[in-house]
Nanobody
């Protein structure tokens, strides 16, 4: 079971730390992705981390502002969101996929673009507004 939390209302330029908790997050050979969906828009893959090689991926829209990191002791993956903009307003979801076979050699960018995530948490709403 994935549990995402940490959303809320923040002013432009502010920060939030989103958390995704699940026991599988301590295991090797998993991809953990963060996605977001704004009203009337398609779901967007925002960030990903691979527990196979530790590689990370960020969409161009968040690069330099968001950071993904894993804390094994807490069974948690964090998405630190800084310098938030109104266009970051969306429901944010975390999702996981077990990497089998050749997928274990995929980078985080390969995973989020080419692999179907199989487990999804409930979303957490991020609203950026003054």
């Amino acid at each position: 079971q994935l549990q995402a939390s940490g959303g809320g209302l923040v002013q432009p330029g502010g920060s939030l730390r989103l958390s995704c908790t699940a026991s599988v997050l301590t295991l090797d050979y998993y991809g953990i992705g963060w996605f977001r969906q704004a009203p009337g828009k398609e779901r967007e893959g925002v960030s990903c981390i691979s527990t196979s090689d530790g590689s990370t991926y960020y969409a161009d829209s968040v690069k330099g502002r968001f950071t993904v990191a894993r804390d094994n002791a807490m069974n948690t993956v964090f998405l630190q969101t800084n310098s938030l903009k109104p266009e970051d307003t969306a429901v944010y979801y975390c999702a996981t996929v077990r990497l089998d076979g050749s997928m274990r050699y995929y980078t985080a960018g390969d995973i989020i673009h080419n692999v179907r995530f199989t487990a999804w948490g409930q979303g957490t709403l991020v609203t950026v507004s003054s």
